[in-house]
């Protein structure tokens, strides 16, 4: 059986006044590095695909990609 080492990037983000500076950049590639480092062989993250920060062009731009998209739904009771 083949295990694969697969990490969760569970949070990342700025604050608004901080963004455009390469910080998101630059946390989530020393983060990606350590996780290389301890063995890990992929990484994968969430993220609102409708996020207006640019997220989603960060994540592209390291090297993450597209696998699927999900929709959630909310009602109140």
Same mark, same amino acid.
Not at 54 to 64: D, I, K, N
């Given at each position: /059986? =083949?295990? +694969? %080492? @697969?990490?969760?990037?569970?949070?990342?983000?700025?604050? +608004?006044?901080?963004?455009?500076?390469?910080?998101? +950049?630059? #946390?989530?590639?020393?983060?990606? %590095?350590?996780?290389? *480092?301890? $063995? /890990?062989?992929?990484? /994968?993250?969430?993220? @609102?695909? @409708? =996020?207006?920060? $640019?997220?989603?062009?960060?994540?592209?731009?390291?090297?993450? &990609? &597209?696998? =699927?998209?999900? #929709? *959630?739904? #909310? %009602?109140?009771?």
């Amino acid at each position: /059986m =083949n295990k +694969r %080492k @697969d990490a969760l990037v569970s949070l990342l983000g700025t604050r +608004r006044g901080f963004r455009k500076r390469g910080l998101g +950049r630059g #946390i989530l590639l020393s983060a990606l %590095k350590l996780l290389k *480092a301890e $063995g /890990m062989e992929t990484a /994968m993250l969430y993220v @609102d695909a @409708d =996020n207006l920060s $640019g997220a989603t062009r960060l994540y592209e731009s390291v090297g993450f &990609r &597209r696998v =699927n998209t999900q #929709i *959630a739904y #909310i %009602k109140e009771v």
